[in-house]
């Protein structure tokens, strides 16, 4: 699968895991940075790039991570198309799919530790979208764009 992946310096130790992970998986991952965890940045920044090569159809879903997750999601559920969603742990990122067709995944780099991590990047790789009267609500969602 082609990903995207971004975070701020708070998440910038996870995004290296996740991303190592997700090579090691098989995947071709687009890193938008940033580029060392020392550095502050905005995190605005970095989840509007990811946001913005999913909403684009670059990449079949994206990855972003700060140091809550919250500051990121937020930011990239902006930009039109996006469905992006903070998980704490694998049943949460697995709903994410199957009940709200979520693009991006969200994580908090310094809320949830390496393993839990993957585990949450696994379930959210592994399930798919159920549709069904899913498809209704995800449509209303998206209809507040508009
Ligand atoms: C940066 O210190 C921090 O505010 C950011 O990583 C994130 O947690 C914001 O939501």
Redesign the pocket.
């Known amino acids: 699968m082609k990903l995207v992946i971004g975070s701020?310096?708070?998440?910038y130790a996870l995004k290296e895991v996740v991303k190592a992970y997700l090579l090691e998986q098989g995947h071709a991952v687009s890193d938008r940075g940033t580029d060392d965890g020392e550095t502050?940045v905005d995190?605005p920044d970095y989840g509007r790039a990811v946001a913005a090569d999913v909403a684009a159809g670059k990449y079949a879903c994206g990855i972003v991570i700060?140091?809550?997750?919250?500051?990121?999601s937020?930011a990239a559920n902006k930009v039109h198309g996006i469905r992006a969603a903070l998980c704490t742990d694998p049943y949460m990122a697995r709903m994410a799919r199957m009940h709200n067709d979520a693009n991006i995944l969200a994580l908090?780099?310094?809320v949830v530790g390496p393993g839990l991590a993957l585990a949450i990047v696994a379930a959210f790789l592994d399930s798919e979208f159920a549709g069904g009267r899913h498809a209704r609500r995800v449509d209303k969602i998206m209809a507040i764009e508009s």
């Open positions: 701020d310096h708070g998440g502050s995190y700060c140091g809550t997750g919250i500051g990121i937020l908090g780099g310094r």
